[in-house]
């Protein structure tokens, strides 16, 4: 990998660590508790895993660069994400002994400025 690569790979990270960030703090100041971050296993990772009440919530959080022609961080959410979170869920929910609880799956769309501030935050419930 040269270093160009290897910036793009740490800016990336760093992107994706802010707006994970930003999420959680999103769902502690509305009420949630926050379970896990990063929760991996073989089928996939999750990104935050909250409780509202008592429903669990599986939460994908996307991020996207103000400005960019790319489509909306939320666009950015396709069958085969969709199918990787929710067998990624079961394997969660097998493994935290929660099987039967009511479970939902949200996402979280961060729009980063260039200085990785918060331009926009939007919290979907039951994207999926």
């Given at each position: 990998?040269?270093?160009r690569?290897?910036?793009?790979?740490?800016?990336?990270?760093?992107?994706?660590?802010?707006?994970?960030r930003?999420?959680?703090?999103l769902?502690?100041?509305?009420?949630?508790?926050?379970?896990?971050?990063?929760?991996?296993?073989?089928?996939?990772?999750?990104?935050?895993?909250?409780?509202?009440?008592?429903?669990?919530?599986?939460?994908?959080?996307?991020s996207?660069?103000?400005?960019?022609?790319?489509?909306?961080?939320?666009?950015?959410?396709?069958?085969?994400?969709?199918?990787q979170?929710?067998?990624?869920?079961?394997?969660?929910?097998?493994?935290?002994?929660?099987?039967?609880?009511?479970?939902?799956?949200?996402?979280?769309?961060?729009?980063?400025?260039?200085?990785l501030?918060?331009?926009?935050?939007?919290?979907?419930?039951?994207?999926?």
């Amino acid at each position: 990998m040269n270093g160009r690569q290897g910036k793009m790979k740490d800016n990336r990270r760093q992107k994706g660590a802010a707006a994970e960030r930003a999420a959680a703090d999103l769902l502690l100041s509305a009420g949630y508790r926050i379970r896990d971050r990063n929760w991996r296993c073989r089928s996939g990772e999750l990104d935050v895993v909250a409780e509202d009440g008592g429903v669990i919530v599986f939460v994908e959080v996307r991020s996207r660069t103000a400005g960019t022609s790319f489509g909306t961080a939320a666009e950015s959410v396709n069958f085969r994400k969709i199918r990787q979170v929710r067998s990624t869920a079961e394997v969660y929910l097998h493994a935290q002994r929660l099987e039967g609880r009511e479970v939902r799956f949200d996402v979280v769309a961060v729009e980063l400025g260039r200085d990785l501030s918060i331009a926009a935050i939007n919290h979907i419930q039951g994207a999926f």
